[in-house]
């Protein structure tokens, strides 16, 4: 059972709040947000990680793929974002002050990677993690749009399946964005052999 608490929260409460292996949450400015996936949105990341644990294979890399964690944003104690993938550099940990006890990532070295898939509370995936991520100076964020379900200026007219793959360039995001048999352009896993259809096509399966 999931003890009710009166919103708005500071982070710390969340923290307190949050039940144990039950559920995925993320905290929104003090409000809580239950991130229920449906099934094809589950399949989408499921794939994505499973193509990226061969390449962190391959390459050696010191790098995990935690279930549960979540990235404080800079310079707020009233969010918290709980990734769908969340690449971690293992030699970073111990530098985090919060990840031992807390779980939470607070410096954006620690993230070579983040990626989100998106469902219909779209915005927040577009607009605020977008921004809160590029703060942090996480190297690079993945918007995977399978549905097209962005707004025109994100996603362009008409609106298709699209993932736009954001490169942290000078502390600011440059875009690229991959359509249809778009080969994927990763910095951080540059061996990377995938097209953005592939990753469309698990939900027509």
Same mark, same amino acid.
């Given at each position: 059972?999931?003890?009710?608490?009166?919103?708005?929260?500071?982070?710390?409460?969340?923290?307190?709040?949050?039940?144990? /292996?039950? /559920?995925?949450?993320?905290?929104?400015?003090? #409000?809580?947000?239950?991130?229920? +996936?449906?099934?094809?949105?589950?399949?989408?990341? $499921?794939?994505?990680m499973m193509e990226l644990v061969v390449q962190i294979k391959q390459l050696g890399l010191s790098y995990l793929i935690p279930?549960? #964690?979540? =990235?404080?944003?800079?310079?707020? &104690?009233? $969010?918290a974002y709980n990734p769908d993938v969340l690449i971690l550099d293992k030699s970073s940990l111990n530098d985090e002050p919060l990840w031992k006890?807390? $779980?939470?990532?607070?410096? /954006? %070295?620690?993230?070579?990677?983040? =990626?989100?898939?998106?469902?219909?509370?779209?915005?927040?995936?577009?607009?605020?993690?977008?921004?809160?991520?590029? +703060?942090?100076?996480? +190297?690079? *964020?993945?918007?995977?749009?399978? @549905?097209? @379900? /962005?707004?025109?200026?994100?996603?362009?007219?008409? %609106?298709?399946?699209?993932?736009?793959? *954001?490169?942290?360039?000078?502390?600011? *995001?440059?875009?690229?964005?991959?359509?249809? &048999?778009?080969? @994927?352009?990763?910095?951080?896993?540059?061996?990377?052999?995938?097209? +953005?259809?592939?990753?469309?096509?698990?939900?027509?399966?």
């Open positions: 059972m999931i003890t009710t608490i009166s919103q708005p929260i500071t982070l710390d409460e969340f923290w307190d709040w949050y039940p144990d /292996g039950f /559920g995925r949450y993320e905290l929104h400015d003090g #409000a809580i947000f239950e991130m229920q +996936a449906i099934g094809n949105h589950e399949e989408v990341i $499921s794939f994505i279930k549960q #964690a979540l =990235i404080k944003p800079l310079d707020t &104690n009233k $969010s006890t807390r $779980s939470t990532i607070t410096q /954006g %070295k620690t993230v070579p990677l983040v =990626i989100e898939v998106v469902s219909t509370n779209w915005g927040y995936d577009y607009g605020h993690k977008l921004v809160d991520y590029e +703060a942090l100076g996480i +190297a690079e *964020y993945w918007i995977v749009d399978y @549905l097209g @379900l /962005g707004g025109k200026r994100y996603i362009g007219d008409p %609106k298709q399946p699209t993932i736009s793959i *954001y490169q942290l360039v000078d502390e600011e *995001y440059q875009v690229q964005q991959f359509r249809s &048999n778009d080969l @994927l352009i990763s910095s951080i896993f540059t061996d990377l052999n995938l097209t +953005a259809q592939q990753i469309f096509d698990v939900v027509n399966l």
